[in-house]
């Protein structure tokens, strides 16, 4: 039996990634950084850039549909016993706040099931992982696996790892399977092909609800022929655009969301301008992350 490895076993960075579990917890429960006044002159600023680093991230439209159609189909797939469950993938242009949405997504319910589950500090609720470059089906649990902190050895194939990680999460409580840049599996190359079947099997197998994230997977090898019909008879697609700018309701939303910003910003000359929001749109291309 394959089992993780504790906390205290291995020595993580400060700032690990989010696909391991140690910095995803360390995501989830990232207190933000003190938001001393723009003029204290104790505030060095070194301290300042830190803090800047770790801004809020903004909730957008966007952010509160995607969460509202998870908590769907959360409910959907509660009871669902044998099958593949329904899913969502986020799909876009490249730099629209995909990942970042995809992550505040799992943020927050990694948060509600501590709420629910008191004490229980041994519940994984969340899985985040990235498709890898090239990706085949042993490397894709595999990910699953170095998340989970479970010791791979080359010994170990892909059956027996992805056993011991379907197991392990169905006994952690994982609830929430998010994946990112699933563009990456090319369905019309042999790899690409077997790893969208290996993605299918393990949704299958772990009583969880997946949500990919995806650059314009609508015109992606993953929805063609027989696979791609699965994947979108069982995933619902978001699409996931530059904010509009159009209606005064646009426009709106727009202004709140830079005002929100500017009322983060720690700057030592602030200039606080309405009409300058208007000028951001076409330079930022009304991209919600930058």
């Known amino acids: 039996m394959v089992s993780p490895i504790s906390n205290d076993a291995v020595g993580f960075a400060p700032l690990a990634p989010p696909t391991v579990w140690q910095g995803w917890d360390a995501f989830v429960h990232r207190a933000p950084a003190p938001a001393r006044d723009a003029d204290d002159p104790a505030w060095p600023q070194a301290e300042r850039e830190d803090y800047h680093s770790e801004l809020a991230v903004m909730r957008t439209p966007a952010m509160d549909s995607v969460f509202t159609a998870v ?10 016993q044998a099958g593949a469950r329904r899913g969502l993938i986020i799909s876009g242009p490249a730099t629209t706040g995909k990942t970042t949405t995809m992550m505040a997504l799992g943020r927050s319910f990694q948060l509600a099931d501590a ?3 008191p004490g229980q500090d041994g519940r994984r609720p969340v899985l ?3 498709v890898p470059p090239a990706a085949t089906p042993k490397m894709l649990v595999s990910e ?3 998340f989970l902190g479970m010791p791979i ?3 170990l194939n892909q059956t027996q790892i992805t056993g011991a990680v379907c197991d392990l999460l169905c006994e952690l409580g994982t609830q929430l399977v998010l994946i990112d840049d699933v563009h990456l599996l090319d369905t019309q190359r042999r790899a690409g092909a077997e790893t969208s079947d290996q993605l299918k099997y393990l949704g299958e197998r772990i009583p969880a609800t997946f949500v990919y994230s995806a650059i314009d997977v609508e015109t992606s090898s993953l929805l063609s022929g027989v696979r791609g019909a699965q994947i979108a008879g069982r995933f619902k697609i978001f699409r996931h655009r530059p904010l509009a700018y159009a209606t005064e309701q646009d426009r709106a939303v727009w202004d709140d969301l830079v005002r929100a ?3 983060l910003l720690r700057l030592r000359a602030p200039a606080r301008n309405p009409r300058q929001a208007r000028r951001l749109p076409p330079r930022t291309h009304r991209r919600a992350d930058r």
């Not at 908590?71 to 669902?80: F, I």
Request: glycine residues 0%; charged residues 40%; aromatic residues 8%.
């Open 144 to 146: 699953f696996a170095r």
């Open 128 to 130: 985040f992982i990235s």
């Open 261 to 263: 910003m500017e009322d």
């Open 71 to 80: 908590r769907r189909l959360l409910l959907v797939n509660r009871r669902q």
């Open 115 to 117: 709420r629910q589950h």
């Open 153 to 155: 050895t080359d010994r």
